[in-house]
């Protein structure tokens, strides 16, 4: 159901750019959100854009990416992106889409994974 690309080798300070694709015609019914997986550790959180509303969409961030990732959705091609710029060697790992309906009884339950893109950053 969800196709993730677009990672790969960066130097530190470098850009890249995720997306994930969306099969299915229920793409607009989900919050997307990106999660990365670095060696050893659990999964983070990184990024969500909410259903599109009549006031448009939301987006949250954590911490350790907040000003330097830039998440967004695009209806008509049922795809969400992860824009990555000043990049550090931290920043390693598997990314992954995921979708989730955010209705009870649990809403904060994801419904939908990608299989993950490895992005690594050198120093």
């Known amino acids: 159901q969800l196709q993730a690309s677009g990672g790969g080798l960066v130097q530190a300070g470098g850009s890249l750019t995720l997306s994930c694709t969306a099969s299915?015609?229920?793409?607009?019914?989900?919050?997307m959100d990106w999660f990365r997986q670095a060696p050893g550790k659990d999964r983070e959180f990184l990024a969500e854009?909410?259903?599109?509303?009549?006031?448009?969409?939301?987006?949250r961030y954590a911490d350790s990416v907040k000003g330097r990732f830039t998440i967004a959705r695009d209806g008509a091609k049922s795809a969400v992106s992860l824009r990555m710029n000043s990049l550090k060697p931290e920043d390693t790992g598997v990314y992954f889409c995921?979708?989730?309906?955010?209705?009870?009884?649990?809403?904060?339950?994801?419904?939908?994974w990608g299989q993950g893109t490895q992005v690594t950053v050198s120093s």
């Open positions: 854009v909410s259903v599109i509303t009549w006031t448009g969409t939301d987006t």
């Open positions: 299915g015609d229920l793409f607009n019914l989900y919050h």
């Open positions: 995921a979708a989730r309906r955010g209705l009870p009884p649990d809403p904060f339950s994801y419904d939908y």
